[in-house]
């Protein structure tokens, strides 16, 4: 079996030893002389030193890895490139700092501490007016409170938590209002009239 990177052994001519001649005239003298006596020709091996054994198998080796790796990196194949794993790290680290700033605004907004008597039907929308004011330094956004104020004088309304009456305003007219339909039919038609 050749050994790839090298050359092909030659067979030899043919190979003088004691056994060949010795296989040859024992088959002359056991009577089958009607055909000539064949001659068994081996290919002399080749011998390899320890240092090109070294070499081959170094050269294996290292075909063998860079297949592997051509492999696992999909070269060749428009596969993953240095550029395209780059831009995936970016956009989970613009995607884990956006997370972490809504996390924080959200705990600013609802932290007693900082009296700000937002309604938590409003928390929603003002992390998204108070997310895109905000300015990062190592991954934090470093501008909570001006942020923050900025949106409550855009819109102080989100930041109002008061309870609406329990009458839904209707205290605040000191006309009477009719109490059925027919009423407020007559009432409508009475003003009409007026």
Same mark, same amino acid.
């Given at each position: 079996?050749p050994?790839?990177g090298?050359?092909?052994?030659?067979?030899?001519?043919?190979?003088?030893?004691?056994?060949?001649?010795?296989?040859?005239?024992?088959?002359?003298?056991?009577?089958?002389?009607?055909?000539?006596?064949?001659?068994? &020709?081996?290919?002399a &091996?080749?011998?390899?030193t320890q240092?090109e054994v070294?070499?081959?198998?170094?050269?294996?080796?290292?075909s063998?890895?860079?297949?592997?790796?051509?492999?696992?990196?999909?070269?060749g194949?428009?596969?993953?490139?240095l550029?395209?794993l780059q831009q995936?790290?970016? &956009?989970?680290?613009?995607?884990?700092q956006?997370?972490?700033?809504?996390a924080t605004?959200?705990?600013?907004?609802?932290?007693?501490r900082?009296?700000l008597?937002?309604?938590?039907?409003?928390v929603?929308v003002?992390? &998204?007016?108070?997310?895109?004011?905000?300015?990062?330094e190592?991954?934090k956004?470093?501008?909570?409170?001006?942020?923050?104020?900025?949106?409550k004088?855009?819109?102080p309304?989100?930041?109002t938590?008061?309870?609406?009456?329990?009458e839904a305003?209707e205290?605040?007219?000191?006309?009477a209002?009719?109490?059925?339909?027919?009423?407020?039919?007559?009432?409508?038609?009475?003003?009409?009239?007026?």
């Open positions: 079996m050994i790839e090298l050359p092909a052994a030659e067979p030899a001519a043919q190979a003088n030893t004691p056994d060949a001649g010795a296989t040859n005239t024992a088959a002359q003298q056991s009577g089958a002389g009607a055909q000539p006596a064949q001659q068994t &020709e081996t290919p &091996e080749k011998t390899f240092a070294n070499a081959m198998i170094a050269n294996r080796v290292k063998g890895l860079k297949a592997e790796l051509k492999k696992l990196t999909g070269d194949e428009g596969g993953v490139t550029e395209t995936q790290l970016n &956009e989970e680290r613009s995607a884990r956006a997370l972490e700033a809504r605004v959200r705990e600013f907004l609802t932290d007693t900082n009296q008597n937002v309604n938590p039907a409003n929603a003002i992390e &998204e007016l108070v997310n895109g004011r905000l300015q990062f190592n991954g956004p470093t501008n909570i409170k001006d942020a923050i104020n900025a949106v004088a855009l819109a309304a989100l930041f938590n008061q309870p609406g009456s329990v305003g205290g605040r007219n000191t006309t209002r009719p109490t059925d339909m027919n009423a407020w039919i007559r009432s409508a038609h009475a003003k009409k009239a007026a």
